[in-house]
C-alpha cells in the first residue's frame, strides 16, 4: 500500500461524552448509559484517524497551561503521534461535552479554549514539516489566520488541502479557493449554501447539490466537494461528474467520530492517489466502524478492520 503523510491543523479538547437513551429536555436530567472522558478534538481525531490507516502523520495543535492539558501528551503517545504536534499556550485547554441517544445521533457543544491560540506564526515554525507532507487537513475548532497560512504554504509547495468546515463558520473566499477537498455535511452545506448561493432551495437535498449547490461551490475553488448524508451514504462531485456511496451497514452505537473518520479517511485515500470511487468507499467504512464502539478515541478504526468491512482485502 502506498504511504501518505498527513499534516494536519489540528484541535485538543477533553472531550466528556454520555450515551443517553434520548436527548434531555430544557431543564431535565437524565440518567446515562455510559459517559466517557477522553481527549478528542476534531484535529486530534483526523491525526489519529489518519495514523491508524497506516499515514505517516504530522501537525501543530494548542493545549493550554491548565490541568487539562495533562491529558495531551500520554493521548499523542498512545496514538503514535509525534510530541511536536503539540503547543503549549496560556490559558484553558478547549473542552467540550457531547450527548448519543439510543438510535446513534448525537449533538455536542464545545469550548476551543487554548484552539483559538494556534495562529499563522506556529504553521510558519512548521513549514518544513508541512513541506513534506502529501496532504495538509484542517477543520474549524481553529481560527482561519493558521488554516490560511498552511493552505497558502500547500499551494506554493503543490501539495493537496482538505477542509471539513466544522464547527461550521462562513469560510473565507481565500481559504475556499486553496481548499482542493471539500467535506461538509447536510447541516454544513445549508449554512454555506446560505452564504454563497442563497437563492437554491434545498441545497442539503443530494439532487439539488449536484445539479445547482456543489457546481457553485467548485467554481470557488475546491476540485472535490463531498456532502456526507448520515445513513444514507454520501455524495462527491467534481468536474468529472457525481458518484454516490451508500453508508455501510452497522448496528451503531456512537456516531460522535464518524465524520471524522470518514473526512481523514477520504484525504488519505486520495492523497494515495486511489480513485474518488475507491476513497468514498473506504470513507465511508471509517465512518461505520468509528459508530460501532462508544467515545471516539477507541472507536476509530484501523486499515485492517476497513478492509475487513467492505471485503477488500489490500
Known amino acids: 500500500m502506498a504511504k501518505a503523510s ?6 485538543f479538547v477533553v472531550s466528556c461524552s454520555a450515551k443517553v437513551s434520548r436527548f434531555p429536555r430544557p431543564g431535565e436530567s437524565l440518567a446515562a448509559d455510559i459517559v466517557t472522558i477522553e481527549p478528542g478534538g476534531k484535529g486530534l481525531n483526523l491525526a489519529i484517524a489518519a495514523r491508524r490507516i497506516g ?3 504530522d501537525g501543530v495543535l494548542a493545549i493550554g497551561d491548565d490541568l487539562a492539558a495533562s491529558f ?4 499523542l503517545e498512545r496514538a503514535g503521534l509525534p510530541p511536536a504536534m503539540s503547543i503549549r499556550v496560556a490559558g484553558k485547554t478547549g473542552s ?4 448519543t441517544d439510543a438510535q446513534g445521533e448525537t449533538c455536542l457543544a464545545i469550548d476551543p479554549g487554548a484552539n483559538r ?7 510558519r515554525a512548521a513549514a518544513d514539516r508541512l513541506a513534506a507532507s502529501d496532504l495538509v487537513m484542517a477543520q474549524f475548532e481553529i481560527g482561519d489566520a493558521p488554516i490560511r497560512e498552511a ?8 501539495i493537496a488541502t482538505l477542509l471539513n468546515p466544522s464547527p461550521f463558520r462562513p469560510i473565507a473566499p481565500d481559504i475556499l479557493a486553496d481548499t482542493h477537498i471539500l467535506v461538509l455535511n447536510q447541516t454544513e452545506a445549508e449554512a454555506l449554501a446560505a452564504e454563497i448561493l442563497p437563492e437554491c432551495a434545498d441545497p442539503a437535498e443530494p ?3 449536484v445539479a445547482e449547490w456543489g457546481p457553485a461551490l467548485l467554481a470557488r475553488g475546491p476540485r472535490l466537494v463531498v456532502m456526507t448524508l448520515g445513513a444514507a451514504g454520501a455524495v462527491a462531485l467534481s468536474a468529472e461528474g457525481a458518484i454516490g456511496q451508500a453508508a455501510l451497514p452497522v448496528d451503531p452505537i456512537d456516531s460522535l467520530g464518524a465524520g471524522d473518520a470518514f473526512a481523514a479517511t477520504l ?13 468514498l468507499l473506504h470513507a465511508a467504512a471509517a465512518g461505520a466502524i468509528a459508530t460501532r464502539r462508544p467515545g471516539v478515541f477507541e472507536a476509530l478504526g484501523t486499515q485492517a478492520e476497513i478492509d475487513q468491512l467492505i471485503g477488500m482485502p489490500r
Open 96 to 99: 467540550g461535552v457531547g450527548f
Open 207 to 209: 439532487a439539488r447539490f
Open 267 to 279: 484525504g488519505v485515500a486520495l492523497a494515495r492517489h486511489w480513485s474518488t470511487a475507491d476513497a
Open 151 to 158: 493552505f497558502a504554504l500547500a499551494r506554493q509547495g503543490g
Open 6 to 11: 498527513v499534516f494536519v491543523l489540528g484541535s
Open 72 to 75: 495531551a501528551a500520554p493521548a
Open 117 to 123: 491560540s494556534l495562529n499563522a506564526e506556529h504553521v
Open 55 to 57: 499515514a505517516e502523520v
